[in-house]
Structure formats: C-alpha cells, structure tokens
C-alpha cells in the first residue's frame, strides 16, 4: 500500500444494497489504510452508525457531510440533482474537501455529475469507465465498460489513447499492447465503427511506447496473451465485463491476481473518481476505495493528461464508401 494521505468522498447511498453495504466496504477501508480519511456523503444517522463502529483513533480520520437525497438506479442520468448524495461529492471534491470520490450508484447520473461539476478535459467528448481484470497472462485493461454507449471510430481511437496511458500509470506496463475487440482478429472483421478504427489506430501514435496490435476477440481479455489494454464501446464493454464476472463465479474465482472488479476509474474528467458496480459487496466497496486512493496517491489523472497530451490522434474519422455486409 503506497503511503500518503488520501481523502476520499463516499456516496452513501449509491448502490443497489446501499448504504449497509457501503457503510460496510467503508468501515474495511479505513481499517485498512492507517493514512485514509473518509467524507461520508449521506445521511446523517447513517454516517454516525459507521463512526460509532470504529475506535476513537479511526473516528478522527472521518468527516460528514449531511446529504438525504438520492439518484435511484432507475433513474435518468438528469436526476442528479444539486442536492443529492453524488452531486455533494462531486462539489466536495471541486472545493478541496475530498480529493477523490466514490459511488456504487447509477453509472449514467454519476458520469454526468461529475462532467458538470469537474469537467471533461478539452479533447475528450466522452469519458471512459476503465476497469482492470485478472487475465491469465497479466492484467488486462479494458475500456469503456459503461462511461459511453457511442461506438464511433473517433471514441474507439481516443479510448485506446486514454488506456494506453492509464496502463502505463495506473499500472506499470511498459509499452502496452492495445488492442480493439471484434469479432475476429483478420482486418475488415466487425461492424462499421471497428473497420473504421482499425487503420486509424494502426496510424495512431500512442503514449508510453504502446503499440497498436490489432484486432482482439473476447477470450483475449481473459487470457491476456495479445493485449494489456482492449478497447471497446461502453456498451459491449458493460456487458463483457459482467459475462466475465458470471463465468468466474461458476469456475469457482478467477485467475490468481484477484477477482472480475466491481469497481471503474472514469477517464477523461478533471478529477479522480471512481465507480463500483451497482450490486457491489462491502468487499468490492472497499476494493473501489483503495483504488480510488491508490490513483490520488499516484497522481494518476494528472499523469495520463500529461500523457495523452504527446499523444497524436486524428482529429476527424476517414471518409469511406464503406458498404459491405459486416463478416463475423
């Protein structure tokens, strides 16, 4: 665990089983982490049975911020409103109260919270939801996994760009191999906005040495042999991800490393937030926190900013006749 304060906002009613299985996930996390401090975003009665668990030393490392209005999961993105729990900790972070932020609750009202109250960074129109999974080979990064629902060529390739650098940052890798996941790996394969993609990609510079490697089918996220960081629409993304989760659940865990994660750093916003799967465990609650404090900790929005800045990416999609029936 790396050293340095951390202060991490807490949506506390975020989430399907929220706020017990926060409160929950967020009692593992301060136990866990001596230099972790906590904004609890929620109701007050629900904050004060959490600091009433801990022991006096703990307690000091906590803070409140009385919030009872919430975005249910159902809801549209547009219901996060000024006074609800995610929006608080969206503004506590803009105004230097927490450094970092997270939610269990609904994906959209959150994305669209934090590009309002943060803001997106200038030459990134969607953000990415990132997740990390424990392949076989070495962890995978795979983007989007529920940020953006677009599929064009222009978010394919500024995605790649964005998980080329957060591998880099967030998790070592030296020269990623990025990848772009189709329906096969033979050039031409997949629908419209991956054909596009593919040559742009392929004429992309990435940062941090990575390199283009093609395209990418579903079981290399799993295995890991081809690719570090593979790229898709938020869409696909969400729905890999979670046919992932199922199959390790019925294969007894997943490869040694860690489990499928229930939790997401969002790309491209000014700011460093994450966001848990919406059936997150007190486990994947805490899992989240510490990942949100581990990209704080190692200034990680800053660093792939600094790094997609050198990055040279087309500006507009090629113009193409392209016609043909998609080949699977």
Not at 4 to 16: E, W
Not at 65 to 93: E, F, I, W
Not at 200 to 206: G, N
Not at 265 to 276: D, E, F, R, S
């Amino acid at each position: 665990m790396e050293p340095g304060t951390a202060r991490i906002a807490v949506d506390l009613l975020g989430g399907d089983d929220a706020p017990a299985v926060v409160v929950d996930g967020a009692l593992r996390a301060i136990r866990t982490d001596p230099d972790l401090h906590l904004l609890l975003v929620g109701p007050a009665e629900v904050a004060d049975g959490l600091i009433h668990a801990l022991d006096p030393a703990e307690r000091t490392r906590i803070a409140v911020r009385p919030v009872g209005t919430v975005v249910g999961m159902a809801d549209h993105p547009s219901a996060a409103r000024a006074d609800s729990t995610v929006r608080a900790a969206v503004q506590a972070v803009r105004a230097g109260a927490a450094d970092a932020l997270l939610s269990a609750g609904s994906t959209g009202a959150t994305v669209t919270a934090v590009a309002l109250g943060l803001g997106r960074w200038p030459d990134v129109r969607h953000p990415a939801l990132v997740a990390t999974l424990p392949a076989v080979d070495g962890p995978v990064v795979l983007l989007d996994v529920g940020g953006s629902l677009e599929a064009r060529p222009s978010v394919l390739v500024r995605h790649a760009v964005l998980g080329a650098a957060y591998a880099a940052v967030a998790h070592g890798i030296a020269e990623p191999r990025v990848g772009l996941l189709s329906v096969g790996t033979e050039p031409g394969k997949g629908d419209r906005a991956r054909r596009l993609a593919d040559p742009i990609l392929a004429a992309t510079s990435l940062p941090h040495r990575a390199r283009y490697v093609g395209l990418v089918e579903g079981h290399d996220v799993s295995l890991g042999a081809r690719a570090d960081v593979v790229v898709t629409d938020g869409f696909t993304g969400n729905v890999l991800l979670k046919a992932i989760e199922g199959a390790y659940a019925m294969a007894g865990g997943a490869p040694a490393g860690g489990g499928a994660p229930r939790a997401a750093a969002l790309l491209g916003v000014a700011g460093t937030v994450v966001v848990c799967h919406g059936a997150a465990q007190p486990g994947d609650v805490a899992s989240g926190i510490a990942l949100a404090a581990h990209l704080w900790r190692r200034r990680a929005a800053d660093l792939v900013r600094a790094l997609i800045d050198g990055a040279d990416v087309p500006d507009r999609e090629t113009r193409t006749t392209d016609t043909e029936v998609p080949t699977t």
